[in-house]
């Protein structure tokens, strides 16, 4: 039995601590493996600042990845290079250059940059075909991801996303227009491809065919329906994509159970990253090892909100475990009695590795 494909997730997924000082220059991961990120987030944890997204199949003016898109907004995309000061310069061999840009580097502000590999920037492209929007992705097999930009049609259409396997979790942006971040996720409700949640709101899921034409994804491809926030025509957007992949990541659902000792869920691997959304309401909050050291673990952000880090005790407490994590708050946006949740899930290590090493625990 193959416990994982992927023994060192560090080389598909990292994240970066890092103090601004308002000079340009370049951060390096710390990770086992060097990884050169293909989708960086970045959010200023000390400030009310607005989450920063940016991507290799977005480039901006300059050739650099300055295509800004934010997650706690409904903004189009813009370029940060114009603002008057560079953003993120550059995804290098082992990290990113970020410039003088104070959504990424105010002198003294502390921030976190998750990131994640895809296809080191390098594209297929599709043509549009009827109301087949036309496009490109880049995907990584291995760690189960892909970047997919469209033109809009106006119709219901379905689009090439590259990764050999059903996506799990899709995330949908207009890029020319503002609009509604659309999330498929597989564990949001029984007939998942009928309804949508949206990444900059803490309001719950809604049922429509405007966005997935009542269609599950299959290994090829992936189905947009007519509305302006995932296909209006002539407009552009940005897809990101993922498929589990046993031991690295995993995107399920939970029933909390309103109690301070919550439920444990099972993932197969020691998490590194986590995003936890109740399906009918609250917040879209974001945890890490790298910024919860140790368990409990409760400094979290929310990729829905400019709020800075919370890291109040005793306020949606969670723990890292060596196979999963374990809720240890009744905190409504985490675990409110018999509220349904889904999740996302990423590793620092495999519960067990390709060779039958275990994990060992925080």
């Known amino acids: 039995m193959a416990y994982t494909t992927i023994d060192d997730p560090s080389a598909y997924f990292q994240t970066l601590l890092y103090t601004g000082n308002a000079t340009g220059r370049s951060l390096t991961n710390t990770g086992n493996s060097d990884l050169q990120p293909d989708l960086v987030w970045v959010k200023d944890r000390g400030a ?11 480039l901006g003016g300059g050739s650099g990845p300055t295509r800004t898109l ?20 550059s995804f290098n061999s082992d990290g990113f250059t970020i ?50 930009t469209t033109t809009g049609t106006g119709g219901d259409g379905t689009v090439s996303h590259g990764l050999g396997a059903v996506p799990h979790v899709m995330i949908s942006k207009g890029r020319s227009n503002s609009g509604g971040w659309v999330v498929y996720h597989r564990g949001n409700t029984s007939a998942p ?47 990101y994509l993922w498929t589990e992949i046993q031991g690295y990541s995993k995107f399920g659902n939970y029933t909390g159970n309103g109690n301070d000792n919550g439920p444990f869920i099972y993932t197969g691997f020691k998490p590194a990253w986590l995003m936890i959304k109740r399906t009918t ?36 407490d969670l723990d890292f475990l060596s196979n999963g ?28 590795s390709s060779t039958g090493v275990p994990c060992t625990a925080r």
Do not use: C
């Open 325 to 352: 994590f374990k809720l240890r708050e009744e905190n409504d946006d985490i675990n409110a009695s018999d509220g349904t949740y889904v999740y996302m899930a990423f590793a620092e290590h495999p519960f067990v």
């Open 70 to 89: 934010e997650s706690n907004t409904e903004n189009a995309e813009y370029d940060d290079q114009g603002e008057g000061s560079d953003a993120t310069t």
């Open 193 to 239: 491809e009928t309804d949508a949640l949206n990444l900059s709101s803490n309001s719950g899921t809604s049922d429509s065919d405007v966005w997935y034409n009542d269609t599950a994804p299959t290994s090829s491809v992936f189905t947009l329906g007519t509305t302006n926030d995932v296909n209006g025509d002539t407009r552009t957007y940005v897809h």
């Open 99 to 148: 410039g003088t840009n104070g959504n990424y580097n105010t002198n003294n502000n502390t921030y976190v940059a998750w990131q994640w590999k895809a296809n080191g920037g390098t594209t297929t492209s599709f043509n549009e075909s009827g109301n087949n929007p036309g496009g490109t992705y880049q995907a990584n097999t291995t760690a189960g991801f892909s970047i997919v």
């Open 48 to 58: 009310t600042n607005d989450h920063k997204i940016t991507d290799s199949s977005r």
């Open 281 to 316: 309401a609250n917040q879209w909050g974001i945890f890490d090892s790298a910024r919860g050291a140790f368990n409990e673990i409760a400094m979290n952000l929310d990729a829905d909100s400019n709020s800075a880090e919370n890291t109040a005790t005793n306020y949606d």
